[in-house]
């Protein structure tokens, strides 16, 4: 074999072999950074289908806006409150929002509590309505 092909190869494997303990070790480290009170919570989302209606950085429906960030505006009380003790959904006056039990609630806030640790430079932004425009 040449001697540039034993080379060429030679890096050729270098780089796979760099390239695959890189993103293993970025996926690892992830995983165990998750805690499991907020994996419990992020089960409960899916279970709920809260993505119906809201999105978590984004993903989801844009009915009920995002909750990536939900654990700022409310706290774990407020969360608490919110979640079993829901209140009407405006604009729909005879719905009301979907209701989760005490143990559910605890551990969508553990969920939330993760996810506001996780720095997302504001992404998604928030919608901005122009009054001027609309009243027009
Ligand atoms: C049928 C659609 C729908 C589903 C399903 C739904 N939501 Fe909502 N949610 C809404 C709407 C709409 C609002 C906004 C309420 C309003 O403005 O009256 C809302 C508001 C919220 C708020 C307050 C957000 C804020 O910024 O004020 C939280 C927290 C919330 N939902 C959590 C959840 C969770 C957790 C689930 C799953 C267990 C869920 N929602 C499922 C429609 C939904």
Redesign the pocket.
């Known amino acids: 074999m040449q001697f540039r092909l034993k080379i060429f190869l030679a890096a050729i494997f270098f780089s796979v072999a760099l390239f695959s303990f890189v993103i293993y070790d970025s996926i690892a480290g992830n995983l165990s950074n998750v805690p499991s009170e907020a994996v419990k919570g992020k089960i409960?989302?899916q279970k709920?289908?809260?993505?119906?209606?809201?999105t978590i950085f984004g993903n989801g429906?844009y009915?009920?806006?995002?909750?990536t960030k939900?654990y700022e505006?409310?706290g774990s009380d407020g969360?608490r409150e919110?979640?079993t003790n829901?209140?009407?959904?405006?604009?729909?006056k005879k719905?009301q929002?979907?209701y989760?039990n005490h143990e559910?609630a605890e551990e969508?806030i553990d969920y939330?509590r993760f996810l506001q640790s996780i720095p997302n430079m504001g992404w998604p932004p928030r919608p901005v309505f122009d009054k001027k425009k609309d009243s027009e």
């Open positions: 409960v989302f709920k289908a809260c993505i119906e209606c809201h429906g009915y009920g806006g995002d909750l939900v505006k409310f969360l919110y979640l829901p209140p009407l959904l405006s604009g729909a719905k929002h979907i989760v559910e969508m939330f």
